[in-house]
T-cell receptor, first 110, second 109 residues
């Protein structure tokens, strides 16, 4: 069984640009969660999608947004990139109990 | 905010048991205790979870006190590959996970 897959693995963007990160959950998992982990810091909850709807949102500005598609895959968009957005972005999927995480996308803003 | 308190760091000798404590004094009756670990720059890995009974799987054992206000994760025979940050999280079904800073476990040769 394939795990949670994230793409791209690495992404380099210039300040002010937009970044799009993608996540494919484990087959059958309907919930997708996004977390941000800045270097040396803990995981900060960003967004939770379930059945195509946004269920919860962390304390992040509106330029962080996303969506979930009918096949339950998800996209995280970060607009107007700032240097502080440089981080590892982790996606997890769940059927309701534990999460399974992907390997993440490392976003670097220069 | 995370509802758990863990030591910042711990050391353990290779081959010995690693006992990682976690305090969750405000845990509610419907909240489970979960443990995850994160090896450097990888996605967190699920270890074990429980509600009130002790649990064991191929990776670890989870001991939850009778009042459920604290728990201990036990890695019975720690190896160098167990060096990681270990997160203790309490969470009810339908809630998202809130990660605290965790415990940085160093397994020493």
């Amino acid at each position: 069984e394939a795990g949670v897959t994230q793409s791209p693995t690495h992404l380099i963007k210039t300040r002010g640009q937009q970044a799009t990160l993608r996540c494919s959950p484990i087959s059958g998992h309907t919930s997708v969660y996004w977390y941000q982990q800045a270097l040396g810091l803990g995981l900060q909850f960003l967004l939770w999608y379930d059945e195509g709807e946004e269920r919860n949102r962390g304390n992040f500005p509106p330029r962080f947004s996303g969506r979930q598609f009918p096949n339950y895959s998800s996209e995280l968009n970060v607009n107007a990139l700032e240097l502080e957005d440089s981080a590892l972005y982790l996606c997890a999927s769940s059927l309701g109990r534990g999460y399974t995480f992907g390997s993440g996308t490392r976003l670097t803003v220069v | 905010d995370a509802k758990t308190t863990q030591p910042t760091s711990m050391d353990c000798a290779e081959g010995r048991a690693a006992n990682l404590p976690c305090n969750h004094s405000t845990i509610s009756g419907n909240e489970y205790v979960y443990w995850y670990r994160q090896i450097h720059s990888q996605g967190p890995q699920y270890i074990i979870h429980g509600l009130k009974n002790n649990e064991t799987n191929e990776m670890a054992s989870l001991i939850i006190t009778e009042d459920r206000k604290s728990s201990t994760l036990i890695l019975p025979h720690a190896t160098l590959r167990d060096t990681a940050v270990y997160y203790c999280i309490v969470r009810a079904l339908g809630q998202n996970f809130v990660f605290g800073p965790g415990t940085r476990l160093s397994v020493l040769p």
